[in-house]
């Protein structure tokens, strides 16, 4: 009787010993790698794995090579990806109230933005929860400008020439329509490409996004007209997450918060100082 014992002691023991198969948590973004979005994701999925003994990873797919948001999205939902950091509008069929956020004038400044997104951002995350995502907050890409290798005073400045429209941006696109403009739906990925061999003329977005991208090598011009605002954030599918043990799931949703605020304030415009006589 005894042998039976110790055997199932030693067994026991052992199975104590291995440690427990660390939780992959995939996600992707179409943000070039090197990027500073790329730089406190990463440093953020490294935070997670010390934090959690290693029980979750995370692992980050940049510079597009899962394709674009709603590729992404697509992943998701056949369980090859479980996360995104994606914008507001590529994820808008999951939650068509995020349009808001890409509605052209919709803030006139950055304390709009700041008075109305803390209303709207809780909504949003419990509106992506509900559809079945974990969003870990939003992040500011800054207000969209046009750019291209024309000056732009007014709208017949623009006329027959190639702009940008985001693909997904409906509201964008059939903006640009009803101005009578020519726009041409690109994935971020490729709109470095189309500057570079004429498919576009024009483009409109961030500031930080021109750098990232590097679309500005491309331009020569920028309106000082803020057009409209960029969001983004980072989702994880709920199923995912909510299969993390609860301890873990605190660190994450902690620590993803905590880059995502941080990313906030990077993309955030610093206000000028007004100049001395």
Do not use: H
């Not at 041409?184 to 709109?191: A, C």
């Amino acid at each position: 009787m005894r042998r039976p014992i110790l055997f199932l002691f030693f067994a026991a023991f052992l199975l104590s010993a291995v440690p427990a198969q660390a939780v992959v948590l995939k996600i992707a973004t179409s943000v070039p790698e090197g990027s500073f979005w790329m730089k406190e994701m990463r440093a953020g999925a490294q935070d997670v794995n010390k934090r959690t003994d290693g029980r979750v990873e995370i692992k980050l797919y940049g510079g597009g090579v899962m394709g674009n948001d709603k590729s992404v999205l697509r992943k998701i939902r056949v369980g090859q990806l479980q996360g995104g950091a994606v914008t507001a509008g590529g994820i808008d069929d999951v939650y068509p109230n995020l349009r808001l956020y890409g509605l052209p004038f919709f803030f006139r400044s950055l304390d709009d933005v700041k008075r109305i997104r803390e209303k709207l951002d809780p909504l949003a995350q419990t509106g992506l929860y509900d559809k079945g995502f974990v969003s870990f907050g939003f992040a500011g890409g800054g207000f969209a400008y046009r750019m291209g290798d024309i000056p732009v005073r007014r709208v017949e400045d623009v006329k027959g020439r190639k702009v940008l429209a985001p693909e997904g941006d409906m509201v964008g696109y059939a903006v640009m329509k009803a101005l009578g403009l020519s726009p041409v739906t690109l994935p971020m990925v490729d709109v470095m490409t189309g500057l570079q061999t004429g498919l576009l003329d024009i483009v409109v977005g961030p500031a930080a996004a021109a750098l990232a991208f590097q679309w500005y090598t491309k331009i020569k011009y920028v309106s000082d007209t803020p057009l409209v605002y960029v969001v983004g954030t980072l989702i994880v599918d709920r199923r995912a997450f909510e299969g993390l043990k609860p301890e873990d799931q605190k660190i994450v949703n902690e620590v993803m918060s905590t880059s995502t605020r941080a990313l906030m304030r990077k993309a955030r415009p610093k206000r000028r100082r007004p100049s001395t006589p």
